[in-house]
């Protein structure tokens, strides 16, 4: 590493080219500012077991998960952090049924779509968690929530905040995918994975496979597949987990391989997928194409699919491009 890394601020000042001036000042505004509240973010739940801050407030959110103490709470700080930066005209939060419009001014403001804190059955056994985020064009509408809804390929940038050992925040605007480290003492994000590339193939498949006979036939013939001893194709892959998608997409992105979680098919009339297409799985899927992968639904690329509404559900099969065109493979046959 450099001996001085560049800092987030200053990284952000080199990516302006990939976007329109106007769009280039509000998207520095609202990243930096996410970068600031992760920082938050990272100390609320180191102290969190200490200030009672664990367990549930009881209750569901807008799509029916039991929400916990910490969830409320990153929604809140969010919200009063990206209203400050005056950039913001709305966010789409996991947390709130409806959009939470800001009425920031102005044709280039931002609609953000965040889910504040993903992964949060890992909080109570201490284990990681992340922030994930993704910027759309409010296009000047008032409200400014529906400007949310569209493809994936409408997002302007998108990343993930991951509270583990140290935190990571990752990044793209559209011109590659970097990675960030908080140095704690100072509270900056630094510059530690520049130009993130996902190598083409991987060794490792993430996936809950608790699940597996509710899964669509060709998602478990894949399945199979990667468990399937071969020396020439370097299987059998080795299956990890956390639970928490941030930090399985980041062990993805890094040592390659795969990231699924595909729709419950009990049901073929009406297959059911877990994951928020809006704050969780088209944001990935920037970032994972931004890195040189791949990111599909079994059937299309994620970022083809449109959202007509806030809290839209989507299957996922993202990482190493050569394993997701193997999986869609699977899902044709
Ligand atoms: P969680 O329910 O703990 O918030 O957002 C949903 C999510 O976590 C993802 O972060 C994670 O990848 C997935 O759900 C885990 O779901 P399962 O427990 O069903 O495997």
Known sequence: MADSPMTLSEHLSTQQAALSTEHARNVAAVLGRIGRVAAVIAQELAHAALRDQLGYVGGANATGDQVKKLDVWGHETMVSALRETGACAALVSEEAADPVEMHAGGTHALVVCADPVDGSSNLDVNGSVGTIFSLRPSRGKSPAGPAALGAGTDQIAAGYVMYG???????????????????????????????????????????????????????????????????????????????????????????????????????????????????????????????????????????????TEYHQRAAVILGSPEDVAMADEFYRR
Do not use: C
């Open 165 to 307: 050992p140290a935190t990571t925040l990752v990044y793209t605007v559209g011109r590659g995918t970097h990675g960030f480290t908080l140095a704690p003492e100072t509270g900056e994000f630094l510059l530690t994975h520049p130009d993130i590339h996902i190598p083409k193939r991987g060794k490792i498949y993430g996936i809950n496979e608790g699940n597996v006979n509710t899964w669509h036939p060709g998602q478990r013939a894949f399945v199979e597949y990667l468990k399937t001893k071969d020396k020439a194709s370097g299987r059998p892959y080795s299956l990890r987990y956390s639970g928490a998608m941030v930090a399985d997409v980041h062990r993805t992105l890094l040592d390659g391989g795969l990231f699924m979680y595909p729709a419950d098919w009990s049901d073929p009339a009406k297959p059911k997928p877990k994951l928020r297409l809006l704050y969780e799985v088209a944001p990935m899927g920037l970032l994972v194409e931004q890195a040189g992968g791949r990111a599909s639904t079994g059937f299309e690329r994620v970022l083809d699919v449109v959202a």
